[in-house]
C-alpha cells in the first residue's frame, strides 16, 4: 500500500480572495448599472430625456417642407430643419405701443430687419409693400421693422416718401434687436410660423412679391397650428 505524502495536486489554479473579490464587484455593478438603465430616471436615458427626443422628432416631422420652394426670388432662403424658437424681441408700434412676437401669435409672420441706412433694404420695401396687399390678413402680416436709431420719426418720413401705404411702421429704438435673433447684416427676413418660431431666413434683399416668394410663404399659412401641412 502506498503511502499518501502530502495533499493531491488540483488541476485549477487558485484564485485568490482579492482577485475573486474584484470579479463579484465587477459583475453585481454590471448588473445595477443594467437594472437602472432600464428603469429610466437613475440611469441611461431618463423619461425626460426620452420624451424631449420624441418632442424633437414629432417637431421636425410637423416641419412643414420648404426647401422644394426655394427656387427664383427666394433661392437663398434657408428652410429650419425643424422650427426654432426665437429670443425674445421687443419694439414699438406707429402709435408707440410695446409690442413682442407673442402679440403676432396665430399669424404666419414674414420678419424684415431694415434702417433706412441700408440701400438694399430701401430698394426691397416695395416689394414688400406690395406682399403685404397681396396676403396680408389675420393669417399673415410682414412686419417690418426698423432698427434705425435715433427715434421713429427717420423710419415714418421714409415709408411715406416712397409711399408705402400697406405696411404698418415697427421700430427698435435700441437698433439691436437683430442681435438676439442672429442677424447680423441687413436686410435679414425670418418666415415665422404661427407659434412665433423661425422656420427658415433669408439674408439679403429679396423680389418678395414675386410668385416663387409667394409660394414659399403660402405654404407656411397653409400649415395647421401645428406646422405640419393643412388637412
Known sequence: MSRETGP???????????????LTAFILAAVIAAVLYGMGPMGGKSDGDRDGAVERADAAAATVDLAPLTVGAVENFVPAEAPLDLKPISFVDA??????????????????????????????MPALDRL?????????????????????????????????????????ETGRMNVPL???????????????????????PAHWDTGTAIALIQAAIDADETGGPAS
Not at 493531491?8 to 474584484?22: I, L, W
Not at 408707440?96 to 438694399?120: H, I, Q
Open 132 to 172: 403685404q396687399a397681396e396676403l396680408g390678413s389675420d393669417e399673415f402680416e410682414v412686419l417690418a421693422l426698423s432698427l434705425d436709431r435715433g427715434g421713429i420719426d427717420k423710419p415714418r418720413d421714409f415709408l411715406a416718401e416712397i409711399g408705402v401705404s400697406n405696411l404698418a411702421l415697427y421700430h427698435d
Open 182 to 204: 442672429g442677424a447680423f447684416g441687413l436686410p435679414t427676413t425670418l418666415l415665422i410660423d404661427r407659434q412665433g418660431r423661425s422656420l427658415g431666413r433669408l439674408v439679403g
Open 95 to 124: 402709435e408707440g405701443n410695446r409690442l413682442t412676437l407673442d402679440d403676432f401669435e396665430g399669424r404666419v409672420v414674414l420678419l424684415n430687419l431694415w434702417a433706412t441706412w441700408c440701400g438694399p433694404c430701401r430698394e426691397e
Open 8 to 22: 493531491a495536486k488540483s488541476d485549477e489554479k487558485k484564485v485568490s480572495p482579492k482577485t475573486r473579490f474584484q
